[in-house]
């Protein structure tokens, strides 16, 4: 009865899949990505595979996930560690190519004595405004008409054309020209547009109305793959050196644009050699570990402690204290955070008001430390009291009653046969709390943002922990270097991988006893 | 060995145990005695604990209602009831507070009813069905979570920007681009946590129903999924709750002010200068968010408690 309809929902579900991704392939091809193309076609033709035929059972289950995890999370990961063997960071962004076309096209200077061009910015006819190719409508002060692209000037026949008094073009055959609000709104693309000349300089336009002829003072030989600056007499000639151009004469100047190129194990041998990053990864390493370890064991004691209080039948109003307690759990974990930061201040904050205290919790080391754990504490517990009421509700009455009986007194129930189960049945949520907790970046990053920064390295923060202080490398300060980051995070990777794999290991083992 | 004729132990416990059993009553033992006596610290450590709980909340809603708005005149008990904040809020045009509330409801929504279904459908593979490398998989679920996802959102801005090059509805500063970003990471450990519970289903009805000539799609559909239903409701909240509050990812990727969130627009309200004088403000948006939340939570806590243990034991 329901065969027929659950048939054509699914060829339904796998013809507008397949529609959809033959439209994205249509898109990559227009936009000229071959191999995107290929992947895309290779990808509809598994989903074909895999959904119209009855093979492969497991797969129908999990292709939808796999699909999402490879082109969201596995390829950026990948990305990321490809990264880590690059220089890929502040001034090291594009290819060499585009930091040779960057530069030239930095350098144009308007040619002397050459007229200035008035100037319409229009597209194709019947061209998208918004994201057709432009073209330049130029006229010069003799009122000869010219169109422009980046293939080169060509003159434009004057029939049909109407300027303005001043010479601005309103109107071309086979030309839209585009309203001032409409080119203002593309004028990124205005400012990336060089109308090639045919003596090697171009027609760059000058704000919407007007645009100038200029050249460009650097050239680049391919042949000796050196750059040579007019600009300066004598003439200074660049040479390519650790992914920069650097002046042949004096190797202090260099331009701004270098490069993106491998550098091989640089990123990684430099954690282990260079002494300052070494110390403070040593230091930020064993703080890193302590805050896991103290964030799980304090949340986990409260939580289980709570549950225990609560773990009375005899007890009214249990349901009430659960909806509160996990009240902190349930309000969004930025505002929480921020808020703790709020009270944590040392001149108005609550805390210190509230206790007669005057202790500098954000601006010293362990007043940080402490006000971090004692933040993640209120964060933690009420997940570890969920889960603590969860765990001991399903250990069975009856293995209680036998400890009574066998003359156990609450405490011994408690630490020979409450405590085990407990541990096996949170072992898991336990590990994974630790692997969150070593990454956990939202805290520290609302807390303190890593610091003070009082030690002797000023790039290292008392608090940080090997996740803030790579985003720190990788984001902000004067020189982002995002490959240098990239080889933190591999290694951060690795040691919680190999923290975490033998805990699991164990896991299983206790449960399999179990 | 115990023989037959070994002597009681003297152990006074044991006096309770055979009065209890014969029913006669006496009046001390550990585990059973001073009834009201028990009950009564119990309720003064819980008392404690909501006190601990409770207070950062109370000053939230302090300083939301407190009429100078401002974080150095917040104090943790309530100083008089003014709207002037929510008013505020509702009324900076630069601010769009409910278009943000919206974007986080949708982007929250979406994205966890995507990441229940793709972590279910996952989960019934690696519980039900047998397959060369089900256990390599799941341990290369856990290892893709270990990553410092957060380190890889250069990689993920590079990827969405060329996507958006391609096709601009999918790209950076979408609302539809965050979703699909944010549901790479909807295997990992959302999985682990749904095959635990799935595997307490018993197999005997998966067998029954294929006897009976169901096909798998049918089990998946009709039968597991309504048995599982509290693990689904438990990653539903969990991934909600998570997407509700993320803010790295999204104020990397929205831009425009109209499609930012909830998370990204209140943390604007943080930073710098404003983090004093809009931090009435600040609390009253906060307040607000909060409420979708915890509504959720009240509504299915039975259900999280029970998914997030037994989903966590097996």
Redesign the interface.
């Known amino acids: 009865m329901?065969k027929p309809i659950?048939l054509a929902i699914k060829w339904v579900l796998i013809v507008a899949t397949l529609a959809g991704i033959l439209w994205?392939a249509t898109?990559?091809a227009q936009?000229g990505?071959t191999t995107?193309v290929v992947i895309a076609g290779l990808v509809g033709m598994g989903i074909l595979v895999v959904y119209a035929t009855r093979r492969s059972?497991?797969?129908k289950?999990?292709v939808?996930?796999?699909i999402?995890?490879t082109?969201?999370?596995?390829?950026?990961?990948i990305?990321?560690a490809s990264?880590s063997t690059t220089n890929y960071g502040d001034g090291h962004l594009y290819s060499k190519q585009e930091s040779v076309t960057d530069i030239i096209a930095q350098s144009v200077r308007e040619v002397p004595d050459t007229p200035r061009y008035k100037m319409s910015v229009a597209t194709a006819e019947g061209g998208d405004p918004t994201t057709a190719d432009l073209v330049l409508l130029l006229t010069k002060p003799d009122g000869s008409t010219y169109v422009g692209d980046k293939t080169g000037l060509k003159p434009l026949p004057a029939t049909g054309v109407e300027k303005t008094p001043i010479g601005k073009i309103t109107k071309a055959p086979g030309y839209t020209v585009l309203t001032a609000k409409q080119a203002n709104a593309r004028s990124k693309d205005l400012s990336a547009i060089a109308v090639p000349t045919s003596d090697g300089g171009g027609i760059k336009p000058v704000g919407l109305s007007e645009a100038f002829e200029g050249k460009a003072t650097v050239t680049y030989d391919p042949a000796a793959d050196k750059l040579t600056d007019t600009s300066t007499t004598p003439a200074t000639v660049y040479e390519p050196k650790d992914a920069r151009w650097v002046n042949v004469a004096d190797s202090s100047q260099s331009f701004p644009q270098g490069w993106k190129e491998g550098v091989g194990l640089a990123n990684y041998s430099r954690i282990f050699t260079d002494s300052t990053i070494r110390s403070g990864f040593l230091g930020i390493f064993i703080w890193n570990i302590a805050f896991a370890v103290l964030s799980v064991l304090t949340t986990f004691l409260l939580g289980m402690l709570?549950a225990l209080?609560?773990n009375?039948p005899?007890?009214?109003g249990k349901s009430i204290?659960?909806?509160?307690?996990?009240?902190?759990?349930?309000?969004?974990?930025?505002?929480?955070a921020?808020?703790?930061k709020?009270?944590f201040?040392q001149?108005?904050g609550?805390i210190n008001?509230?206790l007669g205290l005057d202790v500098d919790w954000l601006g010293t080391t362990g007043g940080a430390r402490a006000a971090i754990l004692i933040t993640n504490l209120?964060l933690g517990?009420?997940y570890m009291f969920?889960?603590c009421?969860?765990?001991l509700?399903?250990i069975p009455q009856d293995v209680r009653e036998a400890a009574?009986?066998d003359?156990a007194?609450?405490f011994r129930t408690l630490r020979s046969i409450i405590m085990p189960l407990l541990l096996?049945?949170?072992g898991?949520?336990l590990l994974?709390s630790f692997?969150f907790n070593f990454?956990n970046?939202?805290l520290i990053y609302l807390l303190t943002k890593g610091g003070p920064f009082n030690g002797a390295d000023t790039s290292i923060g008392s608090s940080d922990l090997l996740?803030t202080y790579?985003?720190r490398l990788?984001f902000s300060g004067s020189a982002p270097n995002?490959g240098f980051?990239?080889a933190?995070?591999v290694i951060?990777?690795l040691l919680?991988?190999l923290m975490?794999i033998p805990g699991?290991r164990r896991t299983k083992a206790l449960?399999e006893v179990n | 060995m115990a023989t037959v004729n070994a002597p009681v132990p003297a152990d006074p416990r044991m006096d309770t145990r055979i009065a209890e059993e014969t029913g006669a009553s006496t009046p001390a033992s550990p585990k059973r005695g001073g009834l009201g006596g028990s009950v009564w610290w119990r309720h003064a450590l819980g008392i404690l604990a909501l006190m601990w709980a409770l207070f950062p909340i109370l000053f939230i809603y302090s300083a939301a209602t407190n009429p100078s708005g401002t974080l150095n005149t917040a104090s943790l008990w309530p100083s008089g009831f003014s709207t002037k904040n929510f008013t505020d809020l509702f009324t900076d045009s630069s601010r769009p507070f409910w278009t943000w509330y919206k974007n986080s409801m949708i982007i929250s929504l979406s994205g966890a009813l995507g990441a229940v279904f793709i972590g279910a459908c996952a989960a019934f593979a690696f519980s039900r069905l047998r397959f060369k490398g089900r256990r390599g998989g799941m341990m290369f679920l856990l290892l893709t979570t270990f990553f410092p996802a957060l380190l890889a959102i250069v990689a993920l801005y590079i990827i969405f920007a060329g996507i958006g090059d391609v096709l601009p509805a999918l790209g950076l500063n979408t609302v539809t681009g965050l979703i699909l970003a944010y549901l790479g990471g909807a295997l990992g450990a959302n999985v682990w946590l749904l095959k635990g519970y799935f595997d307490t289903v018993p197999r005997e009805l998966d067998e029954a129903a294929i006897v009976d000539g169901a096909s798998h799609v049918r089990i998946f559909f009709t039968m597991t999924l309504r048995l599982v239903m509290p693990i689904l409701v438990t990653v539903f909240m969990l991934v909600f709750v998570g997407l509700y509050g993320e803010f790295m990812l999204a104020s990397v990727f929205l831009t425009d002010v109209d499609n930012q969130t909830l998370g990204v627009g209140l943390y604007g309200m943080t930073l710098g200068n404003d983090a004093n004088t809009l931090f009435g403000r600040f609390t009253a948006g906060a307040l607000l968010g909060s409420i979708p939340v915890m509504l959720l939570y009240l509504a299915f806590q039975r259900q999280l408690v029970g998914g997030l243990t037994t989903g966590s034991v097996k």
């Open positions: 329901t659950a994205i898109r990559l936009a990505n995107a059972v497991p797969l289950y999990l939808p996930g796999l999402f995890m082109l969201f999370q596995l390829w950026p990961v990305y990321t990264l709570i209080l609560f009375d005899r007890l009214r204290y659960r909806s509160l307690l996990i009240l902190p759990y349930a309000l969004p974990f930025f505002v929480t921020l808020v703790w709020g009270m201040n001149d108005y609550i008001q509230t209120w517990f009420p969920i889960v009421t969860g765990a509700q399903s009574i009986i003359g007194n609450a096996v049945a949170v898991p949520l994974a692997a990454n970046f939202g996740i790579a985003y990788a995002y980051a990239a933190v995070s951060i990777f919680v991988a975490s699991f449960e």
